[in-house]
């Protein structure tokens, strides 16, 4: 019970609920002992009095908020019902993880939904990790076990158990695949192959849809999978328990039977199928009982299909498989045979002799018919030694026909398991140590429940008995461990209601012995069972229900079951009369015959027993009952000498629906499968467990006296502060590293916690507010003094402003005044003037007007004629411009459709570009001309205007003349001079008229000039941006086309080195193999091989076959690239070698490569058919790739137009071919048996004699050898020695003092001598056996860095000299002597060799790497201090047994890796390797750090924290400080890194706000979107300056990621995926023999210079 003190107000506890089962409530008020009642106030706001009647009745305190989605229930301080209820719930809902610890139980609830948490790449994360560092999941329980069992050598259990529906067949299924993964190879080997095809076979012959569940397991199973002593898995075994054979006779409603029989329906179409007479699953009577005969979402002919290809995997033959399926489709017919009864009281009953089903019940099984439907309807017995047959009833006539069905399925069933097994018996010698995987039935309570309820109970009563020993053994063993001083934990033993059902007198003993009473009834035994059990000897486990004489009580661990007893006996007899049996054994299918025979062999009957006429005692002894009991027991036992580890699933709800959680449901499966049983027991004991370091990080606030955090005193200060801060010394208990503490303590010192911050708090808040109010104090006065300075200098500044406005307005009234009084006077002075002016004025005016008035007479005559006749012009002229302007508009709107017409089309720009210019120019010389035309008709204007103005300058003249002379002559009528002027007016108006027009056709000319100016530039400007947009189109499909070929290429080299790194594995193993014959051979007694001929029997490569020597047969490459290159190939080397004699052969062969062992054969085979596999592979991939091109080239030509005249198209299609052209030269290297040795040498080293007679003259004529010297001779019978001392025997000092690359330019002089010399066989023999030399070199070093990467340096080199000297690059150059040899096969060998020792070098390191990543570079403090105020609250609890984590200095840090990667860079360096290899080195190394480092910070909740985050940003800023330094930086080395970076990125971000979310989708950009929700739901605040990241901030993020599309990337990064790697062609410089320097080390003297 927690104390007291902890119900105080605003504590969280728990009250029942009748929806929820509990509920959170905060209490309100502080509770003191003898208060009735409690005030609560619940979620939904409402206050509520809860009955308190005394201490025991107080409700569950709530966990810290800080416990809050714990990962493992028994970390949490209060340990009871409501607090796992409410942490499986946070878990499951709100962090999305269906996996959680309780103590050593894992926990498991159905999603119903797929998760991306299976992959492979989750695999290698859960692989070599503890369980206690990783988030919960079935991989860290299956790697436990796998570690334990490698450790301790001492097999291991997991007892996988749950109702129907929970997921427990999925779970063992992702087990056994995480051990064939771990336990074998790259590739699954036929052995994990056949384990993982198990499960198909058994889920369709013993699963079902039930009401609970779509895939239900109808039988229990135990795996055993052994394994060997490297740890790979090596056989396994399984065994089952309780069939549930009533399902094959009877589904209830909604239920479907087994899925083999609806598989077989659906397939019932194929051909081989057709033969059963099937039907569709309605049409019989075992598939269609209850209504549901479809799955949703399942398809049955599929699922056959993988079921046969599970059956081929396992070695079951097709004609053994029909046979099977012969036998289920009778069980079909079968029931649906006609039973008619008979007699007045049908005590009789009979079957039609035209039955169709009958008829092919018999025919598919091969029995009699007649002989069938007989004894189907009668039975024999013994009367007084006499056998009567007597008639069955209809009734008993169906029961006999259904218990046959059964018995028939069963019987297949247990021969299905039996060939199952002997496909899975280990080949190898029996299994060190094993794992056994048991998927068992949970406990199961209906509304009826019956004996396989019954049966099922008593083996779940048993496994808890089990389940709490074993917790309570570790609990113990912590103790002892710990030192602790401990009593003895109670838990509920239930051993009493397990003596109940199997004691003496038990259930199951009075059930078999009522089973061999003559008429024993379910009645009679239900009545034994009260006068056993009620009356004589009262049991406390067993009750009678009040309304019923037909049923019992049980009182489980788990509840309360009520048992029918209707049909126990029958299902526990489970009778089938021996009639049917015998008509069974004389079937004519083999299968059958071969399933009933075997039943009389075995000394018990496999589920059942087999009744004839006589009634014999030991026929009885075999009931169901009695079998079940004894092969649980033989489980018991099992599991009893294994290390168990517990799964128990969780089914959430009962709709299925995904990530919907039923409290209800839930808590009653806890309580089922022990779970709170687990809780229970560490809550008796000490369930907090703190080592002293976290204890003293966490409360040092609590702690007096030094703060230090070393080890000892912090354990000195725990001893010393814990007694005073609980003053209960049974409430803890110190150990020898950790701090015990019981249930409610931690919350107990949280709250000391809190309230000791909170006081430190309240001080710190009086310091800053007085603090805080002596600021405001002062800033008031200093305010206050300087308000009054300012306003005293603004009241003197008023003062001396009004006096200046005084003096200011004397001045201006005396200026005014003077101003009024002269405006006056002005103003008087000039109304005088101007009454003067006026009056003069108006006289003269007078006179004028007398004259003019004479004048105007005459004028207005002459101006009213011309204005008549120049109106009547103006209107005609208007008339005629007018008709002119519209049929001008009608043509020129015509034309200009026309030109809009032709405008649209792009062809005519190109057209109007061209005629523009000389429209242009036409434009302008008419405009220039119309000018010339303007300034001359101006000059003209202005010369009639000057005549014009100098005649009327005469005439006026004339005129004030002939005025003067007026009084003296009298006036004549000037006619004629009128006339004149009028003339001349006319002639000056029409000039004007004129000019006018001019003007406007001049302006009219610009404004069209300005016009088409205006259509050229726009016309110019369209063009150009139709040029830019073509080009920009053609640039993009250009690099578009580049990309997409460059990640083709990229694609394909990665594939071709993949393959190749997965022929070398197969390589490796088939040396392995041969390797261990020759052992064994050597053992039986042959003789021993030459230790010289070892060289020889070195694997050649992949796509090489050198070899000087003629041998019997071609070599396992030739084969296998010539029956790639022709099919007929090996009817042609069947049809040589059948030629050859045997005696031939065994002369020919050598006695060391005589490999007649069977394993090796089969080994020789696999490898050759995988070489043809990958082969064929990769010429499909050629092929579609070439089909890809070539749709490419065609998108390319259709979208570059066929007029365009531009030049970008010639360098487009030129890139394209010199593309293409790269990407053909690749995939030719990809091709392994395109150049190898031709036909007529292979025909000529198989059958030498067949071309002795071909003339000499035939062969083509030998190339002249040319003179090179500065040469090295090797003869031919020291080649081996040459090989020796220089590659083979080379050691590691020795060699990496030699000058770079040595080796590889004394056999280039070595074969270049011997081309020059004309002997190719030797320089082709040189250079094979220089390739298998150095093969055997890099196995000899395969786990040395220098060694590998001087012989990659080697390797690169040597195929650099011979590209630099093949025929090809010669000719190119012109300057160096060709090779003579056909290199190009030795070049693609020793390309092929660089990438083994490249890879190779990369695997090396990684190996190196792999240990030390997560606690170098998520695990190390370099910032020390960092995380010391920031511990975890409380750690998981690792299981006893686990690998202790190093700690100290021998931990690894950022150094170490440093370190490795240095190592890496000094060998690379030293051998003068080229800086594009080692930054693609990097780059690989780079990206499996990241992907690890990344992995692990996913799947561990105590990482994503800001602390860690911090920590981790610095160690990968030390990674990419190295990689800079170096100038690795360019080569992608550091951008891998990018998205660890971004993660812890954001973990240090802030998560609260809308502007948070969006800046952390802007930065992640390298993470998916499962990773951002990932990491933003694992964040764990481990201070209290920390807060949780809300579900809201976590969904407005996911708002905000919808927008983002990344192609739904798996959670986890692919932490095997391999970049390809290219190897630059650098042309060495000419090399001579003079220029080396050869150390006397490597005795290589006998090379002779030339």
């Known amino acids: 019970m927690a104390s007291l003190e902890l119900y105080s107000k605003g504590a969280n506890v728990w ?198 569940n779509d895939n239900s397991s109808r039988f229990g199973k135990y795996i055993e999978i052994g394994f060997g002593r490297k740890g790979d898995i090596i056989g396994a075994h399984m065994r089952t328990y309780l069939l549930e054979k009533s399902r094959v006779v009877f589904q209830a409603s909604a239920e479907r039977n087994y899925h083999i029989f609806y598989q077989l329906c659906a397939s019932r179409e194929l051909p081989e199928m057709r033969p059963f007479k099937l039907d569709a699953p309605e049409s019989f ?184 020993r074993h917790v309570f053994h570790l609990e113990q063993e912590e103790y002892v461990r710990e030192e602790l001083p401990w009593s003895r934990i109670e838990f509920n033993d239930n051993q009493q209601c397990i003596n109940l059902i199997e004691a003496q007198l038990g259930l199951f003993d009075l059930l078999d012995e009522e089973c061999r009473m003559p008429k024993g009834s379910d009645e009679s035994w239900v009545q034994k069972l009260y006068d056993q059990h009620l009356t004589s000897k009262p049991h406390a486990y067993f009750r009678k229900p009040r309304l019923s004489n037909s049923a019992f009580i049980i009182l489980h661990f788990a509840d309360t079951v009520q048992y029918e007893c209707g049909g126990f006996l029958d299902k526990n007899r489970d009778t089938v009369f021996r009639e049917l049996i015998n008509i069974l054994k004389a079937s004519q299918s083999e299968l059958v015959a071969e399933m009933f025979q075997q039943q009389e062999h075995k000394s018990s009957v496999a589920n059942g027993s087999v009744r004839s006429g006589k009634r014999a005692t030991r026929e009885h002894k075999l009931t169901v009952g009695f079998q079940f009991r004894q092969s649980l027991q033989m489980l018991m036992d099992t599991l009893n000498s294994t290390t168990p580890h517990y799964v128990r699933c969780i089914k959430p709800n009962d709709l299925k629906e995904p990530f919907m959680f039923d409290p209800r449901r839930t808590v009653q499966q806890l309580r089922a499968c022990g779970v709170l049983e687990t809780v229970r027991i560490s809550a008796a004991g000490y369930p907090s467990r703190w080592t002293y370091g976290e204890f003293f990080n966490r409360y040092r606030l609590l702690i007096r006296g030094p703060c230090s955090g070393q080890s000892q005193e912090a354990q000195i200060s725990c001893r010393r502060a814990l007694p005073a801060l609980i003053p209960d010394p049974d409430q803890y208990c110190f150990g020898k590293t950790k701090v015990f503490l019981r249930a409610g303590q931690v919350a107990f010192l949280e709250r000391l916690r809190a309230e000791r911050l909170r006081v430190a708090a309240v001080i710190i808040q009086s310091r800053v507010r007085g603090w805080l109010e002596r600021v405001r104090y002062t800033r008031i006065r200093w305010a206050a003094v300087t308000m009054q300075r300012y306003c005293r200098g603004a009241l003197a500044r008023r003062l001396t402003l009004m006096l200046r406005y005084s003096k200011a307005a004397l001045v201006i009234q005396k200026t005014y005044r003077m101003v009024a009084v002269r405006q006056l006077f002005l103003t008087i002075r000039r109304a005088t003037i101007t009454i003067q002016a006026f009056a003069r004025g108006a006289l003269a005016r007078h006179g004028y007007r007398m004259l003019v008035a004479e004048r105007a007479a005459v004028l207005l005559q002459a101006r009213v004629r011309g204005w008549l006749a120049r109106r009547a012009y103006r209107r005609l002229r208007v008339a005629v411009v007018f008709m002119q302007s519209c049929v001008r508009r009608r043509a020129a709107r015509k034309q200009l459709l026309e030109l809009k017409t032709e405008a649209r089309s792009v062809e005519r720009y190109r057209a109007l570009n061209k005629g523009m210019e000389v429209k242009l120019m036409q434009l302008q010389l008419k405009a220039d001309q119309a000018a010339r035309e303007s300034a001359a008709l101006r000059k003209s204007l202005h010369a009639e205007r000057e005549a014009a103005a100098a005649e009327l300058e005469a005439l006026r003249a004339a005129m004030q003349k002939r005025e003067s002379e007026k009084p003296e002559k009298p006036q004549v009528c000037p006619a004629i001079d009128e006339k004149e002027v009028e003339e001349r007016r006319t002639a000056v108006e029409k000039a004007a008229q004129e000019i006018l027009q001019l003007t406007h056709a001049c302006q009219a000319l610009q404004e ?41 290429v990229d694609e394909e080299r990665r594939k071709y080195q993949g393959l190749l790194r997965e022929f070398t594995r197969l390589e490796q193993r088939y040396d392995n193999l041969r390797e261990m014959n020759l052992l064994s051979e050597r053992t039986q007694g042959y003789r021993r091989t030459d230790s010289t001929q070892s060289l020889s029997l070195e694997p050649l490569s992949p796509t090489l076959t050198l070899s000087p020597l003629p041998s019997a047969f071609p070599s396992p490459e030739e084969v296998r690239r010539a029956s790639v290159a022709s099919p007929s190939f090996e009817r042609r080397v069947s049809a040589w070698s059948s030629d050859i004699s045997p005696d031939q052969l065994v002369e020919k062969e050598d006695a060391a490569v005589k490999m007649t062992g069977e394993d090796l054969e089969n080994a020789y085979d696999a490898v050759r058919v995988a070489n043809k596999f990958l082969e064929r592979q990769l010429l499909i991939q050629r092929s579609q790739q070439e089909e890809e091109l070539d749709a490419l080239r065609r998108h390319l030509s259709q979208a570059i137009p066929g007029s365009s005249s531009t030049a970008e198209q010639p360098n487009l299609l030129g890139l394209l071919q010199a593309r293409e052209l790269e990407c053909v030269r690749l995939r030719r290297a990809l091709k392994e048996g395109k150049n190898s040795v031709s036909l007529k040498r292979l025909l000529t080293q198989v059958l030498p004699s067949a071309f002795n007679a071909e003339p000499a003259t035939s062969c083509p004529s030998q190339p002249k050898t040319a003179t090179v010297t500065g040469l090295l001779e090797c003869k031919k019978r020291d080649e081996t020695k040459l090989m020796r001392n220089l590659i083979t025997d080379l050691r590691g000092d020795g060699a990496l003092s030699l000058p770079s690359g040595l080796p590889a330019r004394v056999l280039f002089l070595c074969v270049r001598h011997a081309d020059c010399s004309g002997d190719r066989a030797q320089a082709r023999s040189l250079c094979g056996a220089a390739v298998t030399a150095m093969k055997a070199a890099l196995k000899k070093h395969c786990s040395d860095v220098n060694m590998t990467a001087l012989w990659l340096k080697n390797a690169c080199l040597l195929h650099d000299l011979l590209t630099q000297h093949s025929p090809k690059q010669t000719l190119d150059s012109g300057e160096l002597i060709p090779l003579t040899i056909d290199a190009s096969d030795l070049i693609r060998a020793l390309n092929d060799l660089s990438i083994q020792a490249y890879q190779q070098l990369i695997s090396i390191t990684e190996k190196s790497l792999k240990s030390i990543i997560t606690p170098a570079l998520l695990e190390s403090e370099t910032i020390q201090g960092l995380s010391g105020s920031a511990v975890k609250l409380v750690t998981s609890r690792k299981r006893a047994g686990s690998d202790p984590r190093k700690v100290g200095g021998d931990a690894p840090t950022m150094a170490s890796v440093l370190r490795e990667l240095g190592a890496l860079h000094t060998a690379m360096s030293r051998q003068d390797l080229p800086l594009t290899q080692m930054e693609q080195a990097f780059r690989q190394l780079t990206y499996r750090i990241s992907a690890s480092a990344l992995t692990i910070l996913l799947l561990r909740k105590d990482m994503c924290c800001w602390s860690r985050g911090l920590q981790i940003r610095f160690n990968a800023s030390l990674l990419e400080e190295w990689l800079r330094s170096r100038g690795l930086q360019t080569g992608g080395a550091v951008s891998t890194l990018e998205p660890l970076i971004q993660a812890v990125q954001l973990l240090q971000a802030g998560k609260t706000t809308q502007g948070d979310a969006q800046a952390l989708v802007e930065t992640c950009t390298a993470l998916s979107n499962q990773q951002i929700v990932k990491i933003l739901t694992l964040y764990t605040p481990h201070s209290d300056l920390d807060e949780r990241v809300t579900l809201n901030f976590i969904r407005i993020v996911q708002e905000l990621l919808k927008d983002r599309s990344d192609g739904h990337p798996p959670l986890l990064m692919d932490g095997r995926h391999v970049f390809p790697v290219t190897f630059p062609y650098v042309p060495p410089p000419v090399l001579h023999s003079e220029q080396l320097v050869i150390p006397d080390a490597l005795k290589i003297s006998f090379l002779h210079r030339t």
């Open 1008 to 1048: 069209e000039k300005d016009i088409y100016y205006q259509q050229r530039e726009d016309l110019s400007a369209r063009l150009h941006e139709q040029e830019k947009a073509r080009e920009e189109v053609l640039h993009q499909a250009v690099s578009q086309a580049s990309a997409a070929l460059k990640a083709e």
């Open 285 to 468: 009577r075992y598939t269609s009982q209850g209504g549901q005969t479809q799955v949703p979402g399942a398809d049955d002919w599929s699922d056959l299909e993988r079921t046969r290809n599970a059956f081929s995997i396992l070695g079951v033959q097709s004609d053994q498989q029909i046979e099977l399926f012969r036998i289920l489709a009778a069980l079909l017919h079968l029931g649906n045979v006609n039973i008619h009864a008979i007699g007045r009281s049908s005590d009789g009953s009979y079957i039609d002799t035209n039955d169709r089903s009958l008829a092919i019940f018999s025919k598919l099984l091969g029995v009699e018919g007649p002989q069938m439907a007989h004894w189907l309807c009668r039975r024999r017995l013994a009367v007084g030694g006499e056998m009567l047959v007597k008639p069955m009833s209809g009734q008993e006539a169906v029961d006999a026909r259904d218990a046959l069905a059964k018995h028939i399925y069963g019987q297949l069933f247990a021969w299905t398991v039996q060939r199952l097994n002997s496909a899975l018996r280990t080949q190898r010698g029996p299994s060190k140590t094993s794992i056994g995987v048991l998927d068992i039935y949970g406990f199961e309570t209906f509304d009826r429940n019956s004996f396989e309820q019954f049966c099922i109970n008593y083996a779940n009563e048993k496994l808890q008995q089990q389940f709490n």
């Open 15 to 212: 009250i029942p609920d009748p929806d929820a089962v509990w509920v959170s409530a905060l209490l309100l008020q502080d509770y003191s002992p003898g208060d009735r009642h409690l005030l609560l106030q619940v979620s939904n706001g409402k206050e509520i009095l809860y009955p308190v009647g005394s201490s025991s009745d107080l409700p569950p305190l709530g966990n810290p908020d800080i416990l809050e989605g714990e990962n493992n229930l028994t970390a949490l301080s209060f340990l009871h019902e409501p607090a796992v209820l409410h942490n499986l719930r946070i878990r499951f809902l709100d962090y999305s993880s269906i996996y959680t610890y309780c103590g050593i139980v894992l926990v498991a609830i159905n999603p119903y939904d797929q998760l991306p948490i299976y992959g492979e790449e989750v695999i290698d994360a859960y692989s070599g990790q503890d369980i206690g560092d990783m988030e919960p999941h079935i991989f860290s329980v299956a790697e436990e076990a796998y570690r334990t069992m490698t450790r301790e050598e001492k097999n291991q259990s997991i007892i996988i158990s749950g109702e129907s529906g929970s997921g427990k067949t999925v779970s063992a299924k992702f087990t056994m695949r995480y051990f064939a993964v771990v336990g074998g190879a790259a590739q699954q080997t036929s052995v994990e192959e056949r384990v993982l095809a198990s499960n198909p076979i058994m889920e369709s012959i013993g699963n079902a849809r039930t009401t609970r």
